[in-house]
């Protein structure tokens, strides 16, 4: 073989490993090293560094509120497995929005699920509310799985808001859904935006004084079950006559005395639907106690549709506030249909306007009686 054949084997070989070299790099996920392996590096919620797949094409979400956030981020396609709760979706809007749901393969009891029932379907990623790190670390170790950790949040006080928000970003980059994160966040931030700013400036001695009774929380309770933090006064800085101190500055649903509203004597009170029967008993039963109070006298009682179910309904809490606004401040809400507003509010977070659907269910923005 003459020097000639060689020098033009060996620029051949020289250019196929040039070739490969580039398709290789052309191909490789874009990224830190741990990236172009197939996997990123993450800090969950809790604190805990996580190592989960660059490409998530199957996901299970576990406890309370986890598939909620998983399908405002539009991602109820990679869903692979539902905890039992969702064989019933009625009265958590994401689940009656997505029937499928139901018909996935069950992974265990709610609050967490079964290690076994979640490893058979075999996801690329866990989400969990759970927030005990050791919880998160045994789970994972057992299924050999990633398990991401999300503080769930809220919508009563900023610092909740921003938590909600926080637990949004890292599904966005876990799911390489960061544009979908953002969407979400900008358009709550922009309906809270509008509610403060329709009523911010109006002075405290023109708003009327309102109570919400037959909150919800683990189950339904009656008339005396309110909260100080009550999301769609705090987002229409409405007159709440139950302050902190009265709740022992609790962001979460308390029981007040019987004694002590008749001493508020709210002007205007809000019954949450899914306690209304037991706010009926209890005001017949309490007739002398009740019975004087100006907003059952004057017929100003209003249903609002209940939030707490299987942790914070986001899309229920700003539905119910702009109808709170609708009632206390007409003329600042003037040009809002609730029943339109209700349905687009719906329709961005879940995909599907479900207001006709909720008043099936609770009963609709109108005046109730409690007597």
Same mark, same amino acid.
């Given at each position: 073989?003459?020097?000639n054949?060689?020098? $033009?084997?060996? $620029?051949?070989v020289v250019a196929?490993?040039l070739?490969?070299? &580039?398709?290789v790099?052309?191909?490789?996920p874009?990224g830190?090293?741990?990236?172009q392996?197939?996997?990123?590096q +993450?800090i969950?919620m809790?604190?805990r560094?996580?190592t989960v797949?660059?490409?998530v094409?199957?996901?299970?979400a576990v406890n ?5 956030l998983?399908?405002y ?8 497995g ?5 064989s019933?979706p009625?009265?958590r809007p !994401? @689940? ?6 139901? /018909?996935?393969?069950?992974i265990?009891p ?5 290690p ?8 690329d990623?866990v ?7 050791s ?5 994972q170790?057992?299924?050999g799985?990633?398990?991401?950790g999300i503080? !769930?949040g809220g919508? =009563?006080?900023?610092e ?6 926080d637990?949004l ?5 876990v ?5 979908r ?5 900008n !358009?709550? %931030?922009g309906? +809270?935006d =509008?509610?403060?700013e329709?009523t911010f400036?109006?002075?405290? @001695?023109?708003k009327?004084?309102v109570?919400?009774g037959g909150?919800?929380?683990r189950?339904?309770?009656g &008339?005396?079950s309110?909260?100080?933090y009550y999301?769609?006064f /705090?987002?229409?800085?409405? %007159?709440n006559?139950? $302050?902190?101190a009265m709740?022992?500055?609790s ?6 005395d019987?004694?002590?509203l008749?001493?508020l004597?709210p ?5 949450d !639907? ?6 009926r008993?209890d005001?017949q039963?309490h @007739?002398?106690?009740y019975?004087?109070l ?8 209003y ?7 299987y942790?914070?309904n &986001?899309?229920v809490?700003?539905t119910d506030a702009?109808?709170?606004g ?6 600042q809400f003037? =040009? $809002?249909? +609730?029943?339109q507003k209700?349905?687009e509010?719906y329709e961005f977070l879940v ?10 269910l ?6 109730v009686s409690?007597r």
């Amino acid at each position: 073989m003459n020097k000639n054949t060689l020098s $033009i084997i060996a $620029i051949v070989v020289v250019a196929i490993i040039l070739v490969s070299a &580039f398709v290789v790099l052309l191909w490789a996920p874009s990224g830190t090293p741990g990236q172009q392996s197939g996997t990123q590096q +993450i800090i969950d919620m809790t604190g805990r560094n996580v190592t989960v797949p660059n490409n998530v094409q199957k996901v299970i979400a576990v406890n309370p509120g986890a598939l909620r956030l998983i399908t405002y981020m539009d991602a109820s396609d990679l869903v692979c497995g539902v905890e039992e709760v969702e064989s019933d979706p009625n009265g958590r809007p !994401y @689940a009656m929005a997505h029937p499928e749901y139901a /018909t996935l393969p069950v992974i265990g009891p709610q609050f967490g699920g079964d290690p076994e029932l979640i490893a058979a379907q075999a996801p690329d990623v866990v989400f969990t509310t759970d927030t005990v790190v050791s919880n998160l670390d045994a789970l994972q170790n057992q299924l050999g799985i990633p398990v991401v950790g999300i503080v !769930y949040g809220g919508l =009563d006080t900023p610092e909740l808001r921003q938590t909600f928000y926080d637990g949004l970003t890292l599904i966005g980059k876990v799911l390489h859904k960061e544009s979908r994160a953002t969407e979400v966040i900008n !358009y709550v %931030k922009g309906l +809270i935006d =509008d509610l403060e700013e329709r009523t911010f400036d109006i002075p405290d @001695a023109d708003k009327l004084s309102v109570y919400v009774g037959g909150l919800s929380s683990r189950g339904n309770h009656g &008339f005396t079950s309110t909260a100080a933090y009550y999301a769609p006064f /705090t987002l229409t800085n409405s %007159k709440n006559v139950i $302050i902190p101190a009265m709740a022992q500055n609790s962001t979460s649903v308390v029981n007040i005395d019987v004694e002590v509203l008749p001493g508020l004597n709210p002007q205007v009170i809000f019954v949450d !639907y899914n306690g209304l029967s037991l706010c009926r008993e209890d005001v017949q039963k309490h @007739a002398a106690v009740y019975g004087s109070l100006d907003a059952i006298t004057n017929n100003c009682t209003y249903g609002v549709m209940g939030y707490n179910w299987y942790h914070l309904n &986001f899309d229920v809490v700003l539905t119910d506030a702009y109808y709170v606004g609708k009632v206390l401040y007409p003329n600042q809400f003037a =040009d $809002i249909d +609730i029943a339109q507003k209700a349905n687009e509010i719906y329709e961005f977070l879940v995909g599907t306007p479900l207001y006709e659907q909720m008043v099936q269910l609770y009963g609709p923005f109108d005046v109730v009686s409690l007597r």
